[in-house]
């Protein structure tokens, strides 16, 4: 019997769900402005895992949305992900969370999926997926405006799949879908499992969040 461990933390939402075998058993989550995640994180885990009756030394396996996303909520999820995977040896697993936000879509057979997590005002993370969630384009940040869809002509029909409701604002092209959605934990559900069969695992040592591009800095 498997049990593994999810957590996100690359957005506001801070979120972890507890897969059994290849089923999502238990979530809980929370959006908060304030980034609030150090002091949620470690709550929502004790949660979930004492409702199981799961101990941190009998998870098969942590994994974690490694980004990109908010530098402080990856960095406390890293944080509290490698805390409960060193005194164990539990392997670790990284999602790229580009991928888990697109997966919150079902995509029509043919459908590209461009995945954008807002960064700061107009900037956002970006990815192309098909719909079979591979990657078409590589994660990029780029600034958004309401020419930037121009550029995916060729990708049709294409469905924005976006963490903020502000995309719509800045996009306003009615004939492009768009869907708005938190990243969440429930959505590792097939990346986490596929990972863990084929022993994807990272180096617990040497495991760092994709930032992409580097930390603001004040």
């Known amino acids: 019997m498997s049990y593994i461990l999810n ?24 959006e908060d402005d304030s980034y609030r995640h150090s002091e949620l994180l470690t709550s929502f885990i004790d949660q979930i895992l004492s409702k199981e009756k799961i101990k941190p030394e009998n998870l098969s396996a942590v994994s974690i949305a490694k980004g990109p996303g908010s530098f402080t909520g990856l960095r406390i999820g890293f944080s509290v992900a490698k805390g409960i995977c060193f005194p164990y040896k539990t392997p670790i697993i990284g999602i790229n969370s580009l991928e888990i936000l697109a997966r919150s879509y079902k ?26 969630y591979n990657e078409v384009e590589k994660p990029s940040v780029e600034v958004i405006d ?73």
């Not at 957590?7 to 929370?30: G, P």
């Not at 995509?107 to 079979?132: A, G, Q, R």
């Not at 969440?184 to 990346?191: D, T």
């Open 107 to 132: 995509p029509k057979k043919d459908e590209y999926i461009l995945s954008l997590i807002n960064d700061k005002n107009d900037s956002f993370y970006s990815m192309v997926l098909d719909s079979d």
């Open 146 to 218: 309401k020419n930037y869809i121009s550029r995916y002509e060729k990708l049709n029909p294409l469905v924005i799949v976006c963490n903020t409701r502000s995309i719509k604002e800045i996009i306003n092209e009615k004939s492009v879908k768009i869907e708005v959605n938190s990243i969440s934990a429930k959505h590792m559900e097939n990346m986490s499992k596929q990972n863990f069969d084929k022993k994807n695992f990272e180096d617990l040592a040497y495991f760092e969040p994709m930032y992409i591009k580097k930390p603001y800095v004040n």
């Open 7 to 30: 957590i996100e933390t690359s957005s506001k939402n801070c979120s972890v769900s507890l897969l059994k075998e290849d089923k999502i058993i238990n979530v809980i989550e929370q």
